[in-house]
């Protein structure tokens, strides 16, 4: 079945520097990878997702890249803001959706500070 | 900051007793799921549900059941099975267009063993 790694665990950046977190992930299949953020106490949220027929797409500060050739997709957040400070979560799925599930990475904290 | 509700927050179980976690949601969504993050890892799926009265077993659904038997509700009951219950449990919905895809997240319930 599908596995998705994350890297890295933690992440530390001062203010307005910019900040990359890099997923692989192990089904050629998979096509929908989508990327969560998770304030400390408060609940998971879509900020981006990215479908296998594009190879980058952007939204403001966040922008996430896909390179389906090596399996391997990341988020990159430029200008940092203390606000940024959250664990992100990267995702990926095959096909459809239907019965495919999402599989998550085990998330990176990322904290940015002032 | 209606949408999708979890109740409660905090949920202590003692050794053999079953406890029920509720999720409800007036979002209209089709599709409900149940999640289950511990520290340093990834959200793992423990059920799901597609349609009332229908709901499969994701990765992780031994020692727990679920019931559908309103659109608006999705409840999960740790059994005494789940040896190792303690965990933060996150339910989420979505739309049958974006089955596995856009998930809107409720806050979650802190379950600990007393």
């Known amino acids: 079945g599908e596995n998705v790694e994350q890297h890295p665990s933690t992440l530390s950046v001062q203010e307005g520097d910019s900040a990359v977190i890099k997923c692989t992930y192990s089904?050629?299949?998979?096509?929908?990878f989508p990327w969560y953020k998770q304030e400390l106490g408060k609940r998971p949220q879509l900020i981006i997702d990215?479908?296998?027929?594009?190879g980058e797409k952007k939204d403001q500060r966040i922008a996430v890249t896909l390179n389906k050739t090596a399996k391997h997709f990341s988020l990159h957040i430029t200008e940092t803001q203390p606000e940024d400070s959250a664990v992100y979560f990267c995702?990926?799925?095959?096909?459809?959706?239907?019965?495919?599930?999402?599989?998550f990475g085990a998330g990176t904290r990322l904290a940015v500070h002032p | 900051d209606g949408g999708i509700t979890q109740s409660p927050k905090y949920l202590f179980r003692k050794e053999g007793q079953n406890v029920t976690l509720s999720c409800e949601q007036n979002?209209?969504?089709?599709?409900m799921y149940w999640y289950r993050q511990d520290p340093g890892q990834g959200l793992r799926l423990i059920y799901y549900?597609?349609?009332?009265?229908?709901?499969q077993k994701g990765d992780i659904a031994e020692g727990y059941s679920v019931s559908r038997e309103k659109k608006e509700s999705f409840p999960l009951t740790v059994t005494s099975a789940q040896k190792n219950p303690t965990a933060f449990y996150l339910c989420?919905?979505?739309?049958?267009?974006?089955?596995?895809?856009?998930?809107?997240f409720g806050s979650g319930t802190q379950l600990s063993v007393l």
């Open positions: 989420a919905s979505s739309t049958p267009q974006l089955f596995n895809e856009k998930l809107f």
């Open positions: 089904d050629s299949a998979s096509n929908y």
């Open positions: 990215i479908r296998s027929n594009v």
């Open positions: 995702a990926a799925r095959k096909g459809d959706g239907g019965y495919n599930k999402l599989i």
């Open positions: 979002l209209n969504h089709d599709a």
């Open positions: 549900s597609q349609i009332v009265n229908d709901f």
